[in-house]
T-cell receptor
Framework: AQSVAQPEDQVNVAEGNPLTVKCTYS??????LFWYVQYPNRGLQFLLK??????LVKGSYGFEAEFNKSQTSFHLKKPSALVSDSALYFC?????????????FGRGTSLIVHP | NAGVTQTPKFRVLKTGQSMTLLCAQD?????MYWYRQDPGMGLRLIHY???????AKGEVPDGYNVSRLKKQNFLLGLESAAPSQTSVYFC????????????FGSGTQLSVL
């Protein structure tokens, strides 16, 4: 079975400060990991993914995420937050050893960047 | 290139009415999905399809039916709508490659009174 947890419903950060949105996962094998962003009244958009190799993955809009196998985490980060980064962020996981290509999504974290 | 298109964008139903949500993708994707999004619940998978003519149940399939008669289209039906089905519905598609991302439509806001 595969699962993903986003422990924070909401993250507040001041513009210009670094931001972190947390994600932990559980799989029986090795994971594929994804981050998506949802702006108000829009569908989800892909940000970045971890497949293999370098533990630091760079994505769209200056976001990056760090894969940590020992902590089973895949936290989303950005060095300097913008007000326009305010949105709902979803982490997703797929177990490589699973027979289905269906990802499991977390409940989402609302990021609010204050001017 | 439109990507994933959902129709309608908004709909209000009375309890017991039926309706069909249409999802169309122009990327020749094998996999298509229907999710519902509710506050505090994240995205929950209703049904999915791994190819034309195939469908499978997801996490919350009760009260919904689906069909994939053509590769590019994935229909979600509510035969007898209930207030508990008030939600935002998202369709998504993917190539079916194991590490590939999903492409999402812009959603359908459904209210059942």
């Amino acid at each position: 079975a595969q699962s993903v947890a986003q422990p924070e419903d909401q993250v507040n950060v001041a513009e210009g400060n670094p931001l972190t949105v947390k994600c932990t996962y559980s799989v029986s094998g090795n994971p594929y990991l994804f981050w998506y962003v949802q702006y108000p009244n829009r569908g989800l958009q892909f940000l970045l993914k971890y497949i293999t190799g370098d533990n630091l993955v760079k994505g769209s809009y200056g976001f990056e995420a760090e894969f940590n196998k020992s902590q089973t985490s895949f936290h989303l980060k950005k060095p300097s937050a913008l007000v326009s980064d305010s949105a709902l962020y979803f982490c997703a996981v797929r177990d490589r050893s699973g027979g289905s290509y269906i990802p499991t999504f977390g409940r989402g974290t609302s990021l609010i960047v204050h001017p | 290139n439109a990507g994933v298109t959902q129709t309608p964008k908004f709909r209000v139903l009375k309890t017991g009415q039926s309706m069909t949500l249409l999802c169309a993708q122009d990327m020749n994707h094998e996999y298509m999905y229907w999710y519902r999004q509710d506050p505090g619940m994240g995205l929950r998978l209703i049904h999915y399809s791994v190819g034309e003519g195939t469908t499978a149940k997801g996490e919350v399939p009760d009260g919904y039916n689906v069909s994939r008669l053509k590769k590019q289209n994935f229909l979600l039906g509510l035969e007898s709508a209930a207030p508990s089905q008030t939600s935002v519905y998202f369709c998504a598609s993917s190539s079916g490659q194991e590490n590939e991302k999903l492409f999402f439509g812009s959603g359908t806001q459904l209210s059942v009174l």
